[in-house]
């Protein structure tokens, strides 16, 4: 087995190569194959540069996406006698067929989604930090906040939000309690005050109340009190002369949408 070394050659980790050959491995009784790996690989010139450097009998795995690239390392690969496989090729000429259509071969795609999801733990990290008003300096970090009264869907509208990579903070309005000054100290543009019909509100409330086990929702669901919170919400939305959504007779989906499409109208972000 002497100078006899796996090599693997990819435009992104070559992550997915090392398990392919790490599943190989163990059918062989190969204890001494060095396995090299030449990650972030675009240019031809690089390419020149490995060859260069690989001397010995060399098996090298590819996950090259780009077909010139490609092409350039299996052509420089059979000048200096090395085997080479393509681990994409025979997936992706699969995949081709099932679907119709043509692979994209985009450099970067996988490192993309991968950018994507770390982007959506983030943003569920920050919603469950900054939720309920449980720290207020999520107001000054946050993309979008999001203020209203016991519920106007506060806490699910932060979360679907966060799937979508925002950074949310929502805070809980209550007549009793001062609104947190940094409210007060942000662009009024990334405050979405919510607001819902006394009905409705009446309603969920009662509903919330038998779900717990409550059947006296004394002032908690009162017309006066509901009534009395709604007057407090929209006199702060003036003061800070925020957007105000109605949430009545949305769904989660449609609110969000909603808000999307008025931070990007307005680019806040």
Known sequence: ???????????????TAIQVINAIKIHFDVTDTKILRYPDIFTTKEI?????DLSGNNLIFSTIV???LLNYLKLSAENKGFMIIDLFEEPLKAAEEFF????KREIGLSRKLSEDYFEKIDSLDFAMKYDDGKDPRGIKLADIVLIGISRTSKTPLSLNLAFKNYKVCNIP??????PPKELFEVDSKKIIGLIINKENLNEIRNERLKSMGILDGGNYSSDSRIVQELRFAMDLYNRLN???????RKTIEETTLDIISYINSNKII
């Open 173 to 178: 309005l209550v007549p009793e309690i001062e």
């Open 1 to 15: 087995m002497k100078n006899k070394s796996i090599v693997i050659v990819s435009d992104s980790t070559g992550e």
């Open 100 to 103: 119709g259509q043509k692979a």
């Open 242 to 248: 925020c957007k105000v959504i109605d949430v009545t």
């Open 48 to 52: 020149d540069e490995i060859m260069r």
């Open 66 to 68: 780009s077909e010139e």
